[in-house]
């Protein structure tokens, strides 16, 4: 009975364990270049951009971005969404991960939601889940903080 019991609680910490939340902070450069519309000629508003960064800090790696923009005859209103595969390592684990990112700006009011798609990660890094949120300081600096959980 005592080892049963051992053996359960050590199952629960490692439950635990794996659920417990990760932070990753750093800074990233982007490297982003348009893709002419050429096939939406009636549709100057969209915008079609691929890119790369180069991550450092907690994620330190390299990634590839696709964006599609959206623009309004206001100049504070528009949109974007975009697929990013990013191959890093993040807590010394390697592997890959897709985010998904959906970018709202409303009369000026920002809003920015970047997901892991869950069961893209791969290698180490299988099983990730999380969201990230970027910083733009006023001289262009790009940072990051990353809440995730790792099995």
């Known amino acids: ?6 053996a359960s609680v050590f199952v629960l910490a490692a439950s635990l364990a794996a659920q417990t ?15 002419t519309p050429a096939d939406l ?23 590839v971005v ?3 923009t959206a623009g309004t005859a206001r100049k504070d209103t ?3 969404v975009a697929v990013e595969l990013v191959t890093c390592k ?31 990660g791969t290698g180490e890094l299988a099983g990730i889940t999380g969201t990230l949120t970027i910083h733009i300081a006023a001289d ?3 940072t990051y903080d ?4 790792l099995p």
């Open 41 to 63: 000629p009636e549709a100057p508003a969209l915008g079609h951009y691929t890119g790369t960064k180069t991550w450092h800090g907690g994620v330190d790696g390299t990634s």
């Open 21 to 35: 939340p990760h932070h990753a902070s750093g800074s990233f450069e982007p490297a982003m270049k348009p893709v």
């Open 78 to 80: 528009a949109g974007y």
């Open 90 to 120: 993040l807590e010394g684990r390697s592997g890959t991960f897709e985010m998904l990112h959906q970018g709202i700006m409303d009369e000026g009011k920002q809003s920015l939601n970047i997901t892991v798609l869950k069961g893209s």
């Open 1 to 6: 009975m005592r080892n049963f019991l051992a």
């Open 140 to 142: 262009g600096k790009h």
């Open 66 to 68: 696709d964006m599609l």
């Open 146 to 149: 990353f809440d995730y959980t």
